[in-house]
């Protein structure tokens, strides 16, 4: 059984609850148990986190680069087991997995590096009679709310940069898939790489574990990323306490395919897009506008590509796309697919669950592409967190731009031309945290990443991510 980690010591739930964790791809497979954490549990995790930051605020910059290196070192050597646990408790493919955990050492790699640049500077009011200095200073205790979709990526990307300003941290896996962070966490302790009560994971619900690390007036900074609905009751209720909060939330995001397109290449970066982990991405594609010229070979390249993905375990390197992660996010997706039938799409492709015995038991659902929805249709105004792609024609760039801008998201979007002065026009009227140019939607340690609207507040990874976890105070000198 996995166990909770407070204060450099594996416990279970004070209260002796535990959960079961199944393989999305076969619910009769029951991956490990965890505890399922208590009110009483999180604030020994937040007194423990307390401790943790007095030990590691002493620690010289330097040398928190050093232990984030051997932190890296530890997930590249374990990459292959911990991308096992990755595969059967979140049902995306071993190949993914790997990725997710390679990408994940490389961004404690960059942040290793960052640590010893903190830096403020001084300046001269009257000379050296006068003069002010502006210093960082990091936090102390902060909490990171975490999702089930890339569990690893968000781990690293909330404790590299944590943990490089100086701070304590307490983790929060989502319930449905804490093992991989469990034994990262795990093997981290046995190693004796971090000081006591610098890393702290609890797995418990929401609306009481959550609750706990928003409102405790010992966390001073709340790392949150999921939906939209739970990001606005985590910021309101952070407000509360005048509490830092950085949130990643949900997308709508773009993609504008011009009709001097590179064609082939646009396709194929829709394909792996939007389908890559069943479409459980945030900054996937969720919505093609194409312009009228291109929509048909567009559509043809599309739906013949879409068609060769192969769905099953993704333990089986013959898989392309694993399951749904659970059966609410199943259903979720059968609803907003039927709507957008009710509401004039076509499905191309895909649009129901897979035949055969093999996917009884899993949560599957087919890639799938549905041209023409409504524009109030679900697939086109919510988050669509799964493997569907609704296509839409447009006739002139001011249309596309505004049927892009018309969701109430606004993480990220792409536009696909070879005119560069084109490309320029949309980029500067897109509503959103990124753009990409003739580049499929993938995130990039050294870039800031994050969104506007309702996508959320803040940024993580590049330099913009690390001054997140710090907090500015000045000084003023008067030597007369």
Same mark, same amino acid.
């Given at each position: 059984m996995a166990r909770l980690l407070i204060n450099g010591e594996f416990r279970n739930s004070s209260s002796g609850e535990i959960s079961w964790i199944r393989n999305p791809a076969n619910t009769d497979e029951k991956v490990d148990s965890v505890p399922v954490a208590t009110v009483d549990d999180a604030k020994e995790a937040i007194e423990s986190a307390k401790e943790g930051f007095e030990k590691w605020a002493k620690i010289s910059p330097p040398k928190k680069g050093a232990i984030l290196l051997k932190i890296a070192e530890v997930l590249r050597n374990n990459c292959e087991e911990l991308s096992i646990l990755l595969t059967k408790e979140h049902g995306k493919t071993l190949s993914e997995s790997r990725k997710e955990i390679k990408k994940a050492a490389n961004r404690l790699t960059f942040y290793a590096g960052l640590a010893p640049q903190?830096?403020?500077?001084?300046? $001269?009011?009257?000379?050296?009679?006068?003069?002010?200095?502006?210093?960082?200073?990091?936090?102390?205790?902060?909490?990171?709310? $975490?999702?089930?979709?890339?569990?690893?990526?968000? /781990?690293?990307?909330?404790?590299?940069?944590?943990?490089?300003?100086?701070?304590?941290?307490?983790?929060?896996?989502?319930?449905?898939?804490?093992?991989?962070?469990?034994?990262?966490?795990?093997?981290?302790?046995?190693?004796?790489?971090?000081?006591?009560?610098?890393?702290?994971?609890?797995? %418990?619900?929401?609306?009481?574990?959550?609750?706990?690390?928003?409102?405790?007036?010992?966390?001073?900074?709340?790392? /949150?990323?999921?939906?939209?609905?739970?990001?606005?009751?985590?910021?309101?209720?952070? %407000?509360?306490?005048?509490?830092?909060?950085?949130?990643?939330?949900?997308?709508? #995001?773009?993609?504008?395919?011009?009709? #001097?397109? #590179?064609? #082939?290449?646009?396709?194929?970066?829709?394909?792996?897009?939007? /389908?890559?982990?069943?479409?459980?991405?945030?900054?996937?594609?969720?919505?093609?506008?194409?312009?009228?010229?291109?929509?048909?070979? /567009?559509?043809?390249k599309l739906v013949k590509e879409v068609s060769k993905i192969t769905v099953g375990n993704g333990l089986d390197p013959r898989v392309s796309m694993g399951p749904l992660h659970n059966r609410e996010q199943l259903e979720e997706i059968e609803g907003q697919v039927e709507d957008a039938l009710n509401k004039g799409g076509t499905v191309l492709t895909g649009g129901m669950k897979p035949k055969g015995k093999e996917f009884q038991k899993g949560y599957f659902y087919l890639p799938t592409v549905i041209e023409q929805p409504s524009l109030n249709s679900r697939v086109m105004m919510e988050e669509t967190f799964g493997p569907v792609l609704p296509l839409n024609p447009f006739s002139t760039i001011e249309e596309a731009i505004e049927l892009a801008n018309s969701s109430v998201f606004g993480l990220t979007g792409s536009v696909w031309t070879r005119d560069l002065k084109k490309a320029h026009m949309i980029m500067e009227e897109l509503q959103v945290g990124t753009v990409w140019v003739n580049n499929r939607h993938e995130s990039i340690t050294e870039a800031p990443f994050g969104g506007v609207k309702k996508s959320g507040i803040g940024r993580e990874f590049g330099k913009e991510g690390l001054e997140e976890f710090l907090k500015t105070k000045t000084i003023v000198i008067n030597n007369e």
């Open positions: 903190i830096s403020g500077r001084v300046s $001269l009011l009257e000379g050296l009679k006068k003069y002010f200095t502006v210093i960082k200073e990091p936090y102390g205790v902060t909490a990171g709310i $975490l999702p089930w979709n890339v569990p690893v990526t968000k /781990f690293v990307a909330y404790i590299a940069p944590a943990l490089a300003a100086g701070n304590s941290v307490i983790v929060k896996p989502a319930s449905t898939a804490p093992l991989t962070l469990l034994k990262i966490g795990e093997v981290l302790t046995h190693l004796n790489l971090l000081p006591k009560g610098v890393l702290n994971i609890v797995v %418990g619900p929401g609306n009481t574990v959550g609750e706990e690390l928003v409102r405790n007036s010992e966390v001073s900074k709340i790392v /949150f990323t999921g939906s939209t609905e739970s990001g606005m009751k985590v910021s309101s209720l952070a %407000g509360r306490h005048f509490k830092h909060v950085s949130l990643e939330l949900g997308g709508s #995001d773009p993609m504008i395919v011009c009709e #001097d397109a #590179d064609i #082939d290449k646009a396709v194929k970066a829709a394909v792996i897009s939007r /389908f890559r982990m069943a479409g459980q991405v945030c900054m996937a594609v969720k919505r093609i506008f194409l312009h009228e010229s291109v929509y048909e070979s /567009f559509r043809e």
